[in-house]
């Protein structure tokens, strides 16, 4: 087996390239996967533009589909050559957090500290999958066998974007029968828009300002598409639900003015979900938070990560019951990662998702 591999690092903002470097040593805990597809997420631009901090040299990515090369002495119940995906957020399942049932906020390697956001490890705070290999920490709690019968490209999304964009539609609380508007339909908003049709919602909005994505966004369970530059927002949603406003919305953009309508269109007592990554401070105008009376919820999700969510999410795609597949536009190889960076970075040519291919 090769000694160095190609991996994509950040360098400082505005720049990730190629580089070599050592394949990872795998511990007794761990497991070493050879990376056959992976992606590019909106968080990942946030980190090449300097929005979101990360040590210089580390590699980037969160959304790994491959195939077992080398398993750790500790770690049973999996083979070498096995087809395998592992969540964004790969949680040890041994810090408080985790036990608390809480386990995206992993304090972190099984520590007994707080850290925001903890168990989001790959290209945060380890290595991650832009890359030839993986090393896989916890492994027993975070691989998942990929079914027979489904491609890179059906569980592309599981790691990351369908988690997501589902916790959102899961956080929301949705009901049989319910209202929900989703702000932007980029992947995770598509995801998001699929969820809560399978959650069982009786009408569901979907709002953007790109064609291709409101097209998308009808093939993923909208009932209603919305364009924000041909329409008030507010105003049709309110129109749509009688008056009522929506049981819930759900914020997958990240900007004030998304948030903001969120808000706006809810009814008394509704539930706001947060899936947005924001880079500045929002604030809450006091007319649609009810002057803080209006029993709203506002929740926020990370994606829930661990072999069992994973082993989930792929169920629902083997059922039939949703196909990702067509949100996979474009396809690069490792190599030239810069370029696919910048193609989706500037969301030209109807980009939804990548498959990066090492």
Known sequence: MATMMKAAVFVEPGRIEIDDKPVPDVGPNDALIRVTTTTICGTDVHILKGEYPVEKGLTIGHEPVGVIEKLGSSVVGYQEGQRVIAGAICPSFTSYACQDGCAAQDGGHGGH???????????????????????????????????????????????????????????????????????????????????????????????????????????????????????????????????????????????????????????????????????????????????????????????????????????????????LGPMVTHHYGLEDIVDAYDLFSHQRDGVLKVAIRP
């Open 113 to 323: 500290g707080y850290k925001p956001m903890g168990g989001w490890r790959f290209g945060n705070t380890i290595d991650g999958a832009q890359a030839e290999y993986l090393l896989v920490p916890d492994a027993q709690a975070n691989l998942s066998p990929v079914p027979d019968g489904l491609t890179d490209e059906h569980v592309l999304m599981c790691p990351d974007i369908m988690s997501t964009g589902f916790a959102g539609a899961e956080a929301a609380g949705i009901r049989i029968g319910d209202s929900v508007a989703v702000f932007a339909q980029g992947p995770i908003g598509l995801c998001a828009t699929a969820g809560a049709r399978l959650r069982g919602a009786g009408l569901v909005i979907a709002v953007d300002g790109i064609d291709e994505r409101l097209q998308m966004a009808s093939q993923m369970g909208a009932d209603v598409v919305l364009d924000f530059r041909k329409v008030d927002v507010v105003d049709e949603i309110l129109k749509l639900t009688g008056g009522r406003g929506v049981d819930a919305s759900i914020e997958a953009l990240g900007l004030q003015s998304t948030f903001e309508s969120s808000l706006r269109v809810l009814k008394p007592g509704g539930t706001l979900s947060s899936l947005g990554v924001y880079s500045d401070d929002l604030s809450i105008p006091l007319g649609a938070f009810a002057a803080g009376l209006g029993d709203h919820k506002i929740v926020t999700s990370l994606c829930p990560g661990g072999k069992e969510r994973m082993r989930r999410l792929m169920q629902t795609i083997d059922a039939g019951r949703i196909d």
